[in-house]
């Protein structure tokens, strides 16, 4: 299987597919979490109170880890592709992004912000797990970026589609 450079950040034509790739893992911890897979309470919690707009703060929270990364890899100017040298970018990023959120939620007083207060549970409740999920979330979302910028334009809108399709059915799943 062929796997695209989706790496360059002036490259804007690679974002459908970018998008695509995270809304495809996010289905698919979405899916883990509703079957019980993926264990912990608040996740759960997260996706069943919060529903679309916590979809909407996962894809967007990836999808700006993933900009990071490509301009941080752009920068470094490298002469060859490397999907490995951006695939250990993107956790870097991913984990500056998580201590950052870190930071930010700890500022801000418990019982102002219903989001906010379910991240501070997370932390309690996850701690290392949650290192570890959003990193896989962004490696994987690459992945499959990857994988579908191989695709066509036209199949990348279906699968969108087809993808925003199947939200709604999974985050009211009891």
Known sequence: MYLSDVTNYNKTGDYLAILNGIIFVNII???????????????????SDYKMYAVLGDITTIFLVIILTRYIYSLWKLKT???????????????????????????VPAGSNQIID??????????VFIFTLDCSFTVFSILFASI???????????????????????????
Request: glycine share 4%.
């Open 29 to 47: 911890i979405m899916l883990l979490v509703f079957r019980r897979i993926i264990t912990p309470v608040i996740m759960y919690k997260w996706y």
């Open 81 to 107: 592709y490397s999907l490995g040298i951006f695939l250990a970018t993107s956790v870097f990023a991913q984990i500056c992004f998580d201590i950052f959120m870190y930071g930010v939620i700890q500022s």
């Open 118 to 127: 379910i991240f501070r549970k997370y932390i309690k409740e996850g701690g």
């Open 148 to 174: 579908f910028n191989t695709f066509t334009l036209n199949t990348n809108i279906i699968l969108l589609i087809s993808f925003l399709n199947m939200i709604p059915f999974i985050v009211f799943t009891n």
